[in-house]
Nanobody, 119 residues
Framework: QVQLVESGGGLVQAGGSLRLSCAAS????????MGWYRQAPGKQRELVAT???????NYADSVKGRFTISRDNAKNTIYLQMNSLKPEDTAVYYC?????????????WGQGTQVTVSS
């Protein structure tokens, strides 16, 4: 069983900043990658940013230069620093972990945290 606990969402004005955190726990043998995805009302879930075990990062074009993903391997935690937020960043943000556990490979999701950017 793997648990992902997200925190840091909230309401912010356009141009403001927020920092999301996602802490993983449970039967995790190894982590291949962790990342953030988001889903706005009426839209499909989309990739925001990912980071591999080797700290390689990947960003959606819409957030490049504004968002930064980082990780603390010792804590199995990732962060998403979001700057220069725009109303179109409003969504539920989900943490994802792809790794290997007791039963083999798995992909786990957090419960989501709401980010609302007002204009």
């Amino acid at each position: 069983q793997v648990q992902l606990v997200e925190s840091g969402g909230g309401l912010v004005q356009a141009g403001g900043s927020l920092r999301l955190s996602c802490a993983a726990s449970g039967n995790i043998f190894s982590i291949n990658a962790m990342g953030w995805y988001r889903q706005a009302p009426g839209k499909q879930r989309e990739l925001v940013a990912t980071i591999t075990s080797g700290s390689s990062t990947n960003y959606a074009d819409s957030v490049k230069g504004r968002f930064t993903i980082s990780r603390d391997n010792a804590k199995n935690t990732i962060y998403l620093q979001m700057n220069s937020l725009k109303p179109e960043d409003t969504a539920v943000y989900y943490c994802n972990l792809a790794g290997r556990g007791v039963t083999g490979r798995f992909s786990a999701w957090g419960q989501g945290t709401q980010v609302t950017v007002s204009s």
